[in-house]
């Protein structure tokens, strides 16, 4: 079976979303969403009614939030994430986001067609932070190839263990 790459990352804002100090992410979601799924190799992303995943809440922390999406390979999400205007929202996050503390982007193969909930996005960042890079939770720095090319199959994360703390 064919595999997708899944990508997570987190941040805890600095501020309410809705604070006036927010205004140059929170007014660029909707660009920056248009342009991801405009994005070649651009498969699906979390998101609410609202068209974002901004208030969907993983986390008793109103202030954390989380960005989930699905993606044909590593190539394609880097070229979006460094080669598009979405490297000018990540070149100034310091005016929006806290300094991650630890681990705060994964990257794992799930099977084509599955919607990883954020549950198993953080469950790869928790495997990541706690095992390092392995072909079930790595980074854009030390990569895997998709299990067929390692002749296996993707499969999902269980969120237990390695979600402790995050809900």
């Known amino acids: 079976m064919a595999s997708e790459l899944a990508q997570i990352n987190v941040g805890r804002t ?17 660009a920056v969403n248009a342009l991801a799924e405009a994005a070649p190799g651009f498969v699906w992303r979390l998101q609410s009614d609202s068209g974002n995943a901004t208030d969907i809440k993983v986390s008793d ?22 080669r598009t205007r979405h490297r000018e ?7 929006w986001f806290e300094p991650p ?14 919607r990883p909930t954020p549950q198993e996005g953080l469950a790869a960042i928790a495997r990541l932070e706690a095992e390092g890079p392995t072909p079930a939770a790595f980074s854009f720095k030390q990569r895997f190839a998709p299990p067929e090319a390692q ?3 993707a499969e999902g994360l269980d969120p237990a263990p390695w979600c402790v703390g995050w809900s």
Not at 14 to 30: A, E, N
Not at 101 to 114: C, E, S
């Open 14 to 30: 600095l501020y309410p979303l809705d604070d006036p100090r927010m205004d140059g992410f929170t007014g660029r979601l909707d």
């Open 61 to 82: 922390d109103p202030q954390f939030i989380v960005n989930l999406s699905v993606w044909r390979d590593a190539e394609a999400l880097f070229d979006f994430v460094y």
């Open 89 to 95: 929202v990540m070149v100034q996050r310091r005016q």
């Open 101 to 114: 503390k630890g681990v705060f982007q994964a990257l794992w193969w799930v099977p084509a067609g599955h």
């Open 151 to 153: 002749g296996g199959a």
